[in-house]
């Protein structure tokens, strides 16, 4: 059984996101982190209303981009990297033009803006440039550490483990499908672990989850 084709077909990938201006789609992968979809999508669309360009941002405050995107939580740290992309557009066009850039190039010049991490970069590469790249988030982490598919903690490393697992035209499909299977199965506390069809291909579970439940 190879446990991430269960979990492709149990979470399917839906097709591209619709295609938005790389600088508000960047802004959106950084107000995700740490929150869920909706309150992640109200602060941007707020933060998209009150400030529509690069220029409005550039110039907002920091204050007031905290204040517009307070729905999604850590709201001085994302405003500060908000208003670090919104200069960094402004003064070479750096995000448009990561969109013309080989795919290696434009994750390099995103993880040189301060506040930028890999992850993020990734997520923008895979999204924008179809970049053959399975960003490493907390979700994909952890059901990749359970089932035993990399045995690291370290973001390269982990990312290494599953590129040899998955092909190229399969990791977009297989970062968003381990997102939505840590969610809503192997989640950070409690998973459901009896109901899910990897138990017995499952290290975690073999390993602990049973022993701890008192399950021969
Ligand atoms: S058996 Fe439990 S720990 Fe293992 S993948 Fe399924 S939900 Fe996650």
């Given at each position: 059984?190879?446990?991430?084709?269960?979990?492709?077909?149990?979470?399917?990938?839906q097709g591209p996101p619709v295609a938005r201006d790389p600088l508000f789609g960047l802004i959106g992968i950084v107000l995700s982190q740490h929150t869920n979809d909706k309150n992640a999508w109200t602060a941007e669309m707020n933060l998209e209303?009150?400030?529509?360009?690069a220029a409005d941002l550039a110039k907002a405050s920091v204050t007031d981009i905290a204040n517009a995107i307070r729905q999604a939580g850590m709201q001085h740290e994302k405003a500060v990297i908000i208003r670090e992309l919104a200069s960094h557009e402004?003064?070479?066009g750096?995000?448009?033009r990561s969109l013309s850039m080989p795919w290696k190039k434009a994750r390099d010049n995103l993880r040189?803006?301060?506040g930028v991490g890999t992850k993020t970069a990734d997520v923008f590469c895979m999204i924008y440039l179809n970049a053959p790249v399975l960003p490493i988030d907390v979700h994909?982490?952890?059901?990749?550490?359970?089932?035993?598919?990399t045995k690291s903690r370290n973001y390269d490393e982990i990312q290494a483990d599953l590129h040899k697992l998955v092909p190229e035209d399969k990791r977009k499909a297989t970062h968003l499908s381990m997102i939505r299977?840590?969610?809503?199965?192997?989640?950070?506390r409690e998973p459901r672990c009896r109901e899910c069809p990897l138990n017995s291909v499952c290290l975690w579970y073999l390993s602990t989850a049973k022993s701890q439940a008192g399950l021969p």
């Open positions: 059984m190879d446990p991430l084709e269960v979990i492709r077909r149990m979470y399917p990938w209303r009150l400030y529509g360009s402004l003064l070479d750096l995000i448009s040189a803006i301060k994909v982490k952890r059901v990749s550490q359970r089932l035993g598919l299977f840590g969610r809503e199965v192997c989640k950070a």
